[in-house]
């Protein structure tokens, strides 16, 4: 049998002619074992002819052909991202063919005879049959599965290999390059895993300029995905090619890394103290792999991409995956080439950032700050990027920016492949560098890029931009956090740092504590200045502190928790001595929704709601939302909800009133309050305090407090299903989120509508909601459902 027509081929029986039947990937895998000597994991991949026995006996071509009809224009982002979803829905429901899965089946049981044991842990990495080509890198666009153990699950990852040929990402590059939707066919790559201590990528050839005396070698801990998507900057060493010698090396900070668990799959982790800063690689080990980077040249006779680890196991060297580099490999070298140097500092001219020149070229223009994948839509054609990381997920929507600047990423990121496919001026890892460009750089300002020495100086440089006569082609750069279906809201107290923390990828404000800003701006207590005929102090200072955290937040809605003093805080203002009451339970005493319609203090919550009209009305933002704490009955939440209409605040589409779910009360009569209320957030402290009966600053039980508890996740996930019949939304703002995982995974199965986390904690939960998101969905398609590893029925 010829090779087009066999399901499966192994790495000795493919080469680099076999891009057709394979693709890129696996053709180069299958090059580098049958015709180098480098050590290569060994594997086998699953051909085209298997992919489109796929397609054909699940009657699936035909199905996205219609679904390709409707998608007459690849501009718009939000049909082709619809599309490309409906598409991969489609792939991942239909049922894997008995004679493909048979033939995976054996290959894989073969793979784990040849390795001496038992269901072997492997990679599962997709390869297009138009990717890794000299003249289309498809830059990542199809996936990765690590760390897969088992028959069941390697034919699992490879039918997710094949919905991933339909990712928008994937979609939109094939349409931009000209290739047809469905004539690409998806290979497969199952290969053995290496347990990588450390990892990374080689070029040789000087990406940023085109000098081809060097090899670039960058390397972090772990596993070496978090290179490639810009998470952490790398160590990088330039070592020259006549003599091996080390001409330059830069150490950086390296916090996290990626690692395989050993149950299966990766996790995030933080890398020991000791490692941080420490060099990742032996001047031998660079040496080693300088040598082996020559050697694939010189096969190929191109400039190489190549990945490579080191196994913790054994310490072995492995090259993981070369391809032919896509940039310099095709472009005029008879221009001068740049030599990569120190920046010269000319004194006229302020320097805001540096970083590394990932893509050579010069730009002027307007900075404009985008941390938030919600707010891309703002960014102009001409504009020049400014962000934390890049990723493949915004392809679609970056065609605009001049020049591109990250904090994090090295060499071969995500952003900087792409900037130099796309000749677009790009500066990486600044952060590395000191501070990063999405703090230093002000949204607005305006700035010149000379990414070809990596500075950004504040203003426009005239003989810069004059020497950057060629236009900036147009760029396509990428969402950094994943986008996910349960919103990811943040806690803050302070407003002097909403400016701070605002450019976090949050979906808005879900707490935001009152009581900070009388500490902050106010200072006296409300009913004293009532006394001394000074009210609007209230009022103004209130009101100017939330229009701060609102302005910085604006569009994303932002929740402010009315006061929510003790008495015993209240009486630490000025003034307070004389209005509040010495309680022996300050805790359970006069607090939140009780204070607001007593005699005794309903004037000073009426300065409240008249510094949110303020701020609504006068300043004109409307993503100001409120929330009612420690609200014990329905009478009471009937009491101030008509208060607040009595006063000018009705509920409607664009003001939301939340109850703060801390008592026992607001989930078993949560069908009662559904009346008064758009949605509610879970403080989990108080309501784990009042479930448990425990005192949580009460040292001689403290230990018994758990927002974990089995009693508190059933009054959590009874509260969501009461609420959601009603059309409620449910939020949780205490602290559990933030710390433990496992809870963050119980709230997102329970099918909670968003998570409130503080600041330090957004980008990790985003990211661990948006994993825990696609395991459900997985889930789904496969017909395997959610098990409970608790009862929480009620």
Same mark, same amino acid.
């Given at each position: 049998?010829?090779?087009?027509?066999?399901?499966?081929?192994?790495?000795?029986?493919?080469?680099?002619?076999?891009?057709?039947?394979?693709?890129?990937?696996?053709?180069?895998?299958?090059?580098?074992?049958?015709?180098?000597?480098?050590?290569?994991?060994?594997?086998?991949?699953?051909?085209?002819?298997?992919?489109?026995?796929?397609?054909?006996?699940?009657?699936?071509?035909?199905?996205?052909?219609?679904?390709?009809?409707?998608?007459?224009?690849?501009?718009?982002?939000?049909?082709?991202?619809?599309?490309?979803?409906?598409?991969?829905?489609?792939?991942?429901?239909?049922?894997?063919?008995?004679?493909?899965?048979?033939?995976?089946?054996?290959?894989?049981?073969?793979?784990?005879?040849?390795?001496?044991? !038992?269901?072997?842990?492997?990679?599962?990495?997709?390869?297009?049959?138009?990717?890794?080509?000299?003249?289309?890198?498809?830059?990542?666009?199809?996936?990765?599965?690590?760390?897969?153990?088992?028959?069941?699950?390697?034919?699992?990852?490879?039918?997710?290999?094949?919905?991933?040929?339909?990712?928008?990402?994937?979609?939109?590059?094939?349409?931009?390059?000209?290739?047809?939707?469905?004539?690409?066919?998806?290979?497969?790559?199952?290969?053995?895993?290496?347990?990588?201590?450390?990892?990374?990528?080689?070029?040789?050839?000087?990406?940023?300029?085109?000098?081809?005396?060097?090899?670039?070698?960058?390397?972090?801990?772990?596993?070496?995905?978090?290179?490639?998507?810009?998470?952490?900057?790398?160590?990088?060493?330039?070592?020259?090619?006549?003599?091996?010698?080390?001409?330059?090396? !830069?150490?950086?900070?390296?916090?996290?890394?990626?690692?395989?668990?050993?149950?299966?799959?990766?996790?995030?982790?933080?890398?020991?103290? !000791?490692?941080?800063?420490?060099?990742?690689?032996?001047?031998?080990?660079?040496?080693?792999?300088?040598?082996?980077?020559?050697?694939?040249?010189?096969?190929?006779?191109?400039?190489?991409?190549?990945?490579?680890?080191?196994?913790?196991?054994?310490?072995?060297?492995?090259?993981?995956?070369?391809?032919?580099?896509?940039?310099?490999?095709?472009?005029?070298?008879?221009?001068?080439?740049?030599?990569?140097?120190?920046?010269?500092?000319?004194?006229?001219?302020?320097?805001?950032?540096?970083?590394?020149?990932?893509?050579?070229?010069?730009?002027?223009?307007?900075?404009?700050?985008?941390?938030?994948?919600?707010?891309?839509?703002?960014?102009?054609?001409?504009?020049?990027?400014?962000?934390?990381?890049?990723?493949?997920?915004?392809?679609?929507?970056?065609?605009?920016?001049?020049?591109?600047?990250?904090?994090?990423?090295?060499?071969?990121?995500?952003?900087?492949?792409?900037?130099?496919?796309?000749?677009?001026?790009?500066?990486?890892?600044?952060?590395?560098?000191?501070?990063?460009?999405?703090?230093?750089?002000?949204?607005?300002?305006?700035?010149?890029?000379?990414?070809?020495?990596?500075?950004?100086?504040?203003?426009?440089?005239?003989?810069?931009?004059?020497?950057?006569?060629?236009?900036?082609?147009?760029?396509?750069?990428?969402?950094?956090?994943?986008?996910?279906?349960?919103?990811?809201?943040?806690?803050?107290?302070?407003?002097?740092?909403?400016?701070?923390?605002?450019?976090?990828?949050?979906?808005?404000?879900?707490?935001?504590?009152?009581?900070?800003?009388?500490?902050?701006?106010?200072?006296?207590?409300?009913?004293?200045?009532?006394?001394?005929?000074?009210?609007?102090?209230?009022?103004?200072?209130?009101?100017?502190?939330?229009?701060?955290?609102?302005?910085?937040?604006?569009?994303?809605?932002?929740?402010?928790?009315?006061?929510?003093?003790?008495?015993?805080?209240?009486?630490?203002?000025?003034?307070?001595?004389?209005?509040?009451?010495?309680?022996?339970?300050?805790?359970?005493?006069?607090?939140?929704?009780?204070?607001?319609?007593?005699?005794?203090?309903?004037?000073?919550?009426?300065?409240?709601?008249?510094?949110?009209?303020?701020?609504?009305?006068?300043?004109?933002?409307?993503?100001?939302?409120?929330?009612?704490?420690?609200?014990?009955?329905?009478?009471?939440?009937?009491?101030?909800?008509?208060?607040?209409?009595?006063?000018?605040?009705?509920?409607?589409?664009?003001?939301?009133?939340?109850?703060?779910?801390?008592?026992?009360?607001?989930?078993?009569?949560?069908?009662?309050?559904?009346?008064?209320?758009?949605?509610?957030?879970?403080?989990?402290?108080?309501?784990?305090?009042?479930?448990?009966?425990?005192?949580?600053?009460?040292?001689?039980?403290?230990?018994?407090?758990?927002?974990?508890?089995?009693?508190?996740?059933?009054?959590?996930?009874?509260?969501?299903?009461?609420?959601?019949?009603?059309?409620?939304?449910?939020?949780?703002?205490?602290?559990?989120?933030?710390?433990?995982?496992?809870?963050?995974?119980?709230?997102?199965?329970?099918?909670?509508?968003?998570?409130?986390?503080?600041?330090?904690?957004?980008?990790?939960?985003?990211?661990?909601?948006?994993?825990?998101?696609?395991?459900?969905?997985?889930?789904?398609?496969?017909?395997?459902?959610?098990?409970?590893?608790?009862?929480?029925?009620?």
């Amino acid at each position: 049998m010829n090779k087009e027509a066999k399901l499966v081929l192994w790495f000795n029986e493919i080469n680099k002619g076999d891009v057709g039947i394979v693709g890129g990937k696996a053709a180069s895998l299958g090059e580098l074992t049958s015709s180098t000597g480098v050590p290569v994991p060994y594997g086998f991949a699953t051909t085209a002819e298997a992919y489109n026995y796929f397609m054909e006996q699940s009657k699936l071509k035909e199905k996205i052909a219609v679904f390709l009809e409707k998608l007459d224009d690849v501009e718009d982002s939000k049909k082709l991202r619809n599309i490309s979803a409906e598409i991969r829905k489609e792939i991942m429901a239909a049922s894997m063919p008995t004679k493909l899965a048979t033939a995976i089946s054996t290959a894989y049981q073969q793979l784990a005879a040849k390795a001496g044991e !038992n269901d072997p842990f492997v990679a599962v990495r997709s390869s297009a049959t138009a990717e890794d080509l000299p003249d289309a890198s498809f830059a990542g666009q199809q996936d990765t599965y690590l760390n897969v153990r088992g028959v069941e699950e390697v034919i699992a990852k490879i039918k997710e290999c094949y919905a991933s040929t339909f990712t928008d990402r994937a979609v939109y590059y094939r349409a931009t390059k000209n290739f047809g939707q469905l004539e690409v066919a998806l290979s497969a790559v199952v290969q053995m895993m290496v347990f990588s201590k450390a990892a990374g990528v080689m070029f040789t050839v000087d990406v940023a300029t085109g000098d081809d005396n060097n090899i670039l070698i960058e390397g972090a801990w772990g596993l070496g995905e978090y290179i490639v998507q810009g998470t952490v900057t790398p160590d990088s060493f330039w070592v020259r090619k006549n003599c091996f010698e080390i001409k330059n090396r !830069n150490i950086n900070e390296k916090s996290v890394m990626l690692v395989r668990k050993a149950t299966g799959g990766c996790e995030e982790q933080p890398v020991p103290e !000791n490692l941080v800063n420490a060099q990742v690689l032996s001047d031998d080990e660079i040496k080693k792999l300088a040598q082996y980077a020559l050697d694939i040249e010189k096969h190929y006779g191109s400039y190489m991409d190549i990945e490579w680890g080191i196994d913790e196991r054994n310490q072995k060297m492995w090259i993981l995956q070369a391809r032919p580099e896509t940039v310099w490999s095709r472009r005029n070298k008879d221009n001068p080439i740049m030599v990569n140097g120190s920046t010269p500092i000319i004194s006229e001219r302020k320097i805001i950032v540096q970083g590394l020149p990932a893509s050579p070229g010069k730009a002027s223009g307007v900075a404009r700050v985008v941390n938030n994948p919600e707010l891309i839509d703002t960014f102009k054609d001409g504009e020049i990027l400014i962000t934390e990381m890049t990723a493949p997920d915004w392809v679609p929507a970056m065609k605009k920016a001049k020049a591109i600047i990250t904090n994090l990423g090295g060499m071969t990121c995500h952003a900087s492949i792409v900037s130099r496919e796309l000749g677009i001026p790009c500066i990486v890892g600044t952060k590395s560098r000191g501070i990063g460009a999405t703090e230093a750089i002000k949204d607005g300002m305006t700035i010149t890029v000379d990414a070809s020495n990596g500075v950004v100086y504040q203003g426009t440089i005239e003989d810069l931009v004059a020497a950057a006569e060629k236009p900036a082609e147009s760029l396509t750069t990428a969402e950094i956090i994943p986008v996910t279906g349960t919103k990811i809201y943040m806690n803050l107290g302070d407003p002097d740092l909403a400016d701070k923390y605002g450019s976090l990828p949050c979906d808005g404000i879900g707490l935001m504590r009152e009581e900070f800003i009388w500490t902050t701006y106010i200072h006296e207590h409300p009913l004293y200045l009532m006394e001394t005929g000074r009210p609007e102090r209230v009022v103004d200072g209130l009101a100017e502190g939330i229009r701060k955290v609102c302005q910085a937040l604006s569009p994303r809605p932002v929740v402010l928790r009315f006061s929510d003093f003790k008495s015993s805080e209240y009486r630490d203002l000025k003034g307070g001595d004389k209005y509040e009451p010495y309680e022996p339970s300050a805790l359970l005493g006069w607090r939140g929704a009780s204070r607001y319609y007593d005699p005794k203090y309903i004037g000073a919550f009426k300065l409240e709601l008249k510094a949110v009209r303020k701020v609504r009305e006068d300043y004109g933002f409307k993503n100001l939302n409120v929330m009612i704490p420690f609200c014990r009955t329905v009478a009471e939440m009937e009491k101030v909800t008509q208060l607040m209409t009595n006063e000018g605040l009705w509920r409607g589409p664009d003001f939301k009133v939340w109850l703060m779910a801390e008592i026992p009360s607001n989930i078993i009569l949560a069908d009662r309050f559904n009346k008064f209320v758009d949605g509610y957030s879970i403080g989990s402290n108080d309501l784990t305090m009042l479930i448990l009966g425990c005192d949580r600053d009460n040292e001689t039980v403290s230990h018994l407090f758990s927002e974990r508890d089995l009693a508190v996740k059933r009054a959590i996930r009874r509260l969501i299903e009461v609420a959601h019949r009603d059309g409620k939304t449910v939020s949780i703002c205490g602290q559990a989120p933030s710390v433990y995982l496992d809870f963050t995974e119980f709230l997102v199965k329970s099918g909670i509508d968003s998570i409130s986390v503080n600041p330090d904690a957004v980008k990790s939960t985003k990211k661990h909601v948006a994993q825990v998101e696609q395991r459900i969905m997985l889930d789904k398609l496969t017909g395997r459902g959610l098990v409970d590893q608790e009862d929480y029925s009620w």
